[in-house]
């Protein structure tokens, strides 16, 4: 009854984007709206509202780690969920991380040690 009265309208029936519509629009954000909706058979319209909505890029949560693209992203910390890493990259980089911030404040310190020592000169 519905669709007959879409019909009669002049306006097609709702098509409901399911997860796998989604997926497929946001693996290609380079595309157009009416490329893509060549592919899903809808309205180039409605690529743009279902962007609007869904977004045009993925989260990329539910993926593999970027750097060892092996093992799944360590979505409980919420900075490994952000740099999209997996439990042992996570940890790693964090480390690295550290121990670069800790040479450059030993950096900084020294170079604040020389100026102080040559003023006093």
């Known amino acids: 009854m519905r669709d007959e009265w879409a019909l009669r309208?002049?306006?097609?029936?709702?098509?409901?984007?399911t997860d796998e519509m989604i997926r497929r629009m946001q693996a290609h954000p380079e595309r157009t709206a009416a490329?893509?909706?060549a592919?899903?058979?809808?309205?180039?319209?409605?690529?743009r509202h279902a962007r609007q909505r869904y977004g045009r890029f993925?989260?990329?949560t539910d993926g593999l780690?970027?750097?060892c693209d092996a093992r799944p992203v360590f979505d409980t910390s919420a900075q490994a969920k952000k740099w999209r890493l997996c439990k042992g990259c996570y940890l790693a980089?964090?480390?690295r991380r550290l121990e670069e911030e800790a040479e450059s404040?030993?950096?900084?310190?020294?170079a604040h040690r020389r100026q102080?020592?040559?003023g006093d000169a």
């Open 9 to 17: 309208k002049g306006r097609s029936s709702y098509v409901l984007w």
């Open 35 to 37: 490329e893509i909706a």
């Open 39 to 47: 592919e899903l058979r809808v309205t180039p319209s409605a690529v």
């Open 58 to 60: 993925s989260t990329g």
């Open 65 to 67: 780690c970027i750097v």
């Open 93 to 95: 980089e964090r480390k």
């Open 105 to 110: 404040n030993r950096i900084r310190q020294a």
């Open 116 to 118: 102080k020592l040559d």
